[in-house]
């Protein structure tokens, strides 16, 4: 099998797995403060989606459903809505101060569950993942034309099995 073909099918057949696991987690953290897909709202802010009409292209969601969960978010202080002086009628999104600690708290919070499992692989295995998912990325881009913003940390390898 052609390595380009094998490598797309283990991304289509194991990434939905992980997702379904990143769902169950966040939904146990949100539970009752938000719904996954406000969360993802506010992600997809956080990575430079700004306008309604794009969030509810990247979301899947229609506009009307959009702009009102956009609205619930903007009066939990967590999302704010900036009109631009050169053009009235287009609004900016972008996180609140509240809306960034939020996220990254659940974030972080994932973050450190996932690595307790990856902890249960081998380094030289763990090593060979960073690196393949740095390419993940770059696909990502590739694919979407959008540039996910990383804001983490660069991790020594080490530190996760310490």
Excluded: C
């Amino acid at each position: 099998m052609n390595l380009s073909i094998q490598s797309s099918h283990l991304i289509l057949t194991h990434l939905p797995q992980i997702l379904h696991w990143a769902r169950t987690e966040l939904r146990n953290e949100i539970s009752g403060e938000l719904t996954l897909p406000q969360l993802r709202m506010m992600g997809l802010v956080q990575q430079g989606i700004s306008s309604a009409s794009e969030l509810s292209e990247w979301s899947g969601i229609t506009l009307p459903a959009t702009t009102r969960m956009v609205a619930h978010l903007v009066s939990k202080n967590l999302i704010q809505k900036k009109t631009l002086n050169t053009d009235r009628r287009k609004t900016l999104l972008s996180l609140t101060p509240i809306g960034h600690k939020k996220l990254n708290q659940i974030q972080k919070k994932l973050e450190l569950r996932l690595a307790t499992h990856m902890k249960k692989l081998a380094p030289s295995a763990v090593r060979k993942l960073s690196f393949g998912l740095e390419e993940l990325a770059s696909l990502t881009q590739l694919l979407t034309g959008y540039a996910v913003k990383n804001e983490t940390k660069e991790i020594e390898v080490t530190q996760l099995f310490e």
